[in-house]
């Protein structure tokens, strides 16, 4: 399995929170030949279940979010542009001039406007998502007929390969997540194991892990990793409070997470001799695993994290290695599970 061509199918999609329809079957039909799976239309989760599933066998849940961040249209203007609220953490610093698609009655690309810079009275000045407009060279009259009000935006950006194994893109977060659940249903095919593994490419993480909570119930699991993205090392940032792009899978510890999980997770990967980080957090830890963790009456839980660049921009920068090396750790750990 070509991890790349993988998340070349997942990224583009469009999935902004509460619109995950898209984004679903695009995992689904890569997934088709390892089990079976459905879009649960109450939630907006997808529940994937890896053939063998067996109800007498405990259940181990590998939840990614497949939500992406974007906009939802809150007014036309007389002149045609539209106005937008940010649907999750938009990095306002990556908007201006950034190209969007508007899916209303039809696709409709646009354009956030930005002031050429002989203009610009102050140009270091930073807007607020409520301050743009969107150009999409129609008129008030033109839009409304292929434009609702609650109609959701995405930035547009198509995922490229850089030097060596690193890749760009957007929706990235959590998309590489999906990317390597996939990798390790693919890394488990035709073993016989002792659990039942389900994935739940959960819905609105975005917006508050909703998704997750109810993903979860549904499910019951008996263990379960959230694998999500976390922040890599840029330029400017402290070391310690970063992992490091090409250095492997981040394992969390944390006063929410099981200990037991997180320390099997690190002797696996010391056996095994797969590339790990650790990711150390005080409290919650702001991934589905906060959800996962107090459903039902309780599940152990553990977050594992790629390692990624520029979060919550178009231009999101991951390793493929250590998508690679999340699935192979994942892999390796539920193969010795009894």
Known sequence: MDIFEVIKKLSPTFGVSGEEREAAPAALDILAPYGEGEFNEKNGCTVFRRTGYDENKKTILLDAHIDEIGF?????????????????????????????TVFGKKRVSGVITSTPPHLEKDNKALPEVGDIYIDIGLTKEQ?????????????????????????????????????????TIDLLKGKALDVNVV??????????????????????????????????????EEREQCGELG?????????????????????????KNI????????????????????????????????????????????????????????????????
């Open 72 to 100: 939802v249209v809150t007014y036309i203007t007389d002149d045609g542009f539209l106005k937008v609220s940010p649907v999750g953490g938009i990095d306002r610093r990556m908007l201006l001039a950034s190209e969007v």
């Open 143 to 183: 839009a409304e007929k292929v434009i609702a009000l609650g109609d959701k935006v995405s930035v547009v950006n198509e995922p490229v390969r850089l030097l060596g194994s690193r890749v760009s893109g957007k929706a990235l977060d959590d998309r590489c997540g999906v990317a390597a659940l996939i990798k």
């Open 275 to 338: 590339p790990y980080q650790l990711e150390i957090m005080s409290g919650k830890t702001g991934t589905n695993a906060d959800e996962i963790t107090v459903s039902r009456g309780g599940v152990k839980t553990v977050t594992v994290s790629i390692p990624e660049k520029y979060m919550h921009t178009p231009a999101e920068v991951i390793d493929l290695a250590d998508v690679e090396n999340t699935a192979l750790l994942l892999a390796e750990f539920i193969g010795g599970l009894s």
């Open 247 to 271: 250095k492997g899978a981040m394992i969390g510890i944390s006063p929410s997470l099981s200990r037991e999980l997180s320390n099997a997770l690190i002797s696996c990967a010391n056996e």
């Open 199 to 236: 994935l739940l490419l959960s819905s609105k993480e975005e917006i508050g892990e909703m998704g997750a909570k109810t993903g979860a119930f549904d499910i019951a699991p008996d263990m379960a990793i959230a694998v999500d993205v976390s922040f890599a090392y840029t330029m400017g």
